[in-house]
């Protein structure tokens, strides 16, 4: 029987080219894919069930779609996060979760500057001003709020693993003080980056602009909300390209609403996307962008590419480029053969 390899949701046009790929390395496998970022557990599991690989984007695989998956042997989630999957359920049953956290760092690292930039200088106020100068034929900008030089002014990373850092690099040419919140960072990597890390409060306290980049996991859900929010100051920015669960909405839209903080720019959400009646549609000062601080067209090619290369290494018998939960080795038995499991 080939290996059923099956994708649950996607946003590329078609998978032509990884099938191809696959046919001319000689690869012997089953390929169906669906649009089922939506769906229900039946749903899902009627749709991958008899899987051994599962290419997963934004589909929930909860421990009641992990159960029902007797074939599955490799999890491979289309993106940097994992959120989705529950890892814990994954592990427990020997399953592989696999991601791809090196196709878009870059991309991402600009998207953050550009909503930095964006926030802390008040684009849409100046487009409302040249719209309102435009039509009265003279400047007005009495829509503007004051903005600040970048210069002098502090910048706090939260989380500095490979967007983090390509961040900091980015911002060694403005001349900002940069206070780094990563309790995870290896002193060798300290060094590397020449920063020291301090804690989140020190962060939110000091920074004028906070940017987040951090995975979501148990320690870091909700860790925006309304209590760490008034450590801000009120003339502070936030800034979130990593995962929407970071932050609690709609404690978020309050402190905008309150005037904690003076903005926020976000490309990422709880519920995406947030639907029209979503506090975050009211609340000042804040810009909103669709999820898209992944994208080029040379991340787009990144991530087939990585993942296929993953795919093959599966097929070969080897394990992914990387592997989420490590600690599955220990349910499969120390010398266990990839491919016999």
């Known amino acids: 029987m080939p290996t059923k390899i099956v994708v649950t949701d996607y946003l590329e046009p078609n998978f032509d080219w990884e099938q191809q790929e696959l046919r001319r390395q000689g690869f012997d496998f089953a390929w169906q894919s669906h649009q089922l970022k939506q769906a229900g557990e039946d749903e899902l599991v009627a749709a991958i069930g008899d899987a051994e690989v599962v290419v997963v984007n934004m589909a929930r695989l909860t421990a009641g779609v992990l159960d ?7 999890i491979i989630r289309h993106g940097i996060g994992y959120d989705n999957v529950d890892l814990a359920a994954a592990t427990g049953r020997g399953l592989r979760l696999a991601n791809v956290p090196d196709y878009c760092p870059d991309e991402v690292a600009e998207q953050t500057w550009l909503l930095i930039f964006a926030a802390a200088r008040h684009l849409p106020e100046q487009l409302v001003s040249m719209a309102a100068s435009s039509a009265k034929g003279a400047w007005d900008f009495s829509s503007v709020r ?7 002014r502090t910048l706090g990373i939260v989380g500095c693993g490979r967007i983090g850092s390509r961040v900091l690099k980015m911002a060694a040419g403005l001349g900002m003080t940069v206070l780094v919140c990563d309790p995870y960072l290896s002193a060798q990597r300290r060094r590397e980056l020449g920063v020291e890390t301090v804690p989140l409060e020190r962060v939110l306290r000091e920074a004028d602009v906070v940017t987040l980049h951090t995975p979501l996991t148990d320690e870091t859900r909700g860790l925006i909300n309304r209590r760490t929010l008034t450590l801000m100051k009120r003339t502070a920015v936030l800034v979130n390209t990593a995962r929407g669960g970071l932050v609690v909405d709609e404690e978020l839209a309050r402190a905008l609403q309150d005037g904690l903080i003076a903005g926020a720019a976000l490309d990422v959400y709880t519920r995406e996307p947030p639907g029209r009646e979503h506090p975050f549609f009211v609340a000042p000062n804040l810009l909103l962008t669709p999820h898209l601080a ?3 067209e040379e991340s787009g090619w990144s991530i087939r590419k990585k993942i296929l290369e993953d795919i093959i290494l599966f097929l070969e018998g080897r394990p992914p480029r990387f592997t989420v939960n490590e600690d599955v080795e220990k349910v499969l038995g120390a010398g266990r053969a990839y491919r016999e499991l």
């Open 294 to 296: 992944w994208y080029s």
């Open 68 to 74: 029902r998956l007797p074939r599955a042997k490799l």
């Open 146 to 152: 004051p903005v600040h030089l970048m210069n002098g």
